[in-house]
């Protein structure tokens, strides 16, 4: 496998977890305002985008190949959770 090819492969597998935590960031700033003590938007999607790979990660590990839509389910919760916790929801 080429540098190239494996790049690809890489930057695919990361895919959904950016578009997961970047629609999230995105969308927070109109569905829930931010509370005092909420971090900027930025360190939402960073925060967001690595507790996403790590589920991606954890679902490779446990099924042995990328993929299973019971991972995205996984990623979704997690993120979506997450940008709860971030934004302090509890709070609104």
Known sequence: MS???LLNHLLNFAA???????VLALLAGFLMPNAAGAPARWV???LNFIAGLA??????A???HDGMMATYAALVVVCGTGQWLLARGWRH
């Not at 959904?16 to 970047?22: I, L, Q, R, S």
């Not at 589920?55 to 490779?60: A, D, E, F, N």
């Open 3 to 5: 540098a190239l090819d």
């Open 16 to 22: 959904p977890a950016f578009f997961v935590a970047g």
């Open 44 to 46: 939402q999607f960073a």
């Open 55 to 60: 589920v991606l990660v954890g679902g490779l």
């Open 62 to 64: 446990y099924f042995g």
